[in-house]
């Protein structure tokens, strides 16, 4: 049985702060798994450790934003995303790159080196958003 890393990213020191962003991304999107079938990689955004205010947020609360997310950018999609004509007879609902929504808490939840992510159906896309900054869940 192979055992799982649960180790975060490690960069070295020398760099500068951009550049460790920028390893840090790289070596997390490497890790990403590909989905299969009709299956979408939704990355969640970060939730932010303050309020509009300026408080402080307890980790739990960020937790809890990020978990029940309802909006995400699609990062990867599988070969059979939206090729169904029956079901979707005009265009796909989304592509690399958009912005959606979808239900709170759906479909399969998991993280990867500490980026928050899921795997949801390709018919579990309610909308496509072009800002996705604001957009809470109520």
Not at 20 to 49: C, F, H, N, Q
Not at 66 to 91: H, N, Q, W
Not at 101 to 114: E, I, N
Request: proline share 6%.
């Amino acid at each position: 049985m192979s055992k799982i890393s649960t180790q975060r990213v490690i960069v070295p020191e020398h760099i500068d702060k951009q550049q460790k962003k920028d390893a840090i991304k790289a070596k997390v999107a490497a890790r990403m798994p590909t989905p299969t079938g009709y299956k979408i990689l939704i990355a969640l955004p970060e939730s932010s450790d303050t309020t509009e205010g300026g408080i402080a947020k307890a980790a739990v609360t960020m937790q809890i934003e990020e978990i029940g997310s309802v909006c995400g950018l699609v990062i990867a999609m599988g070969p059979d995303c939206y090729t169904d004509k029956k079901r979707f007879p005009g265009e796909p609902y989304c592509k690399i790159g958009d912005w959606v929504l979808m239900r709170s808490y759906s479909g399969t939840r998991f993280a990867v080196d500490g980026t928050e992510v899921r795997l949801i159906n390709d018919d579990s896309v309610e909308a496509k958003v072009n800002d996705p900054r604001g957009i809470t869940k109520r």
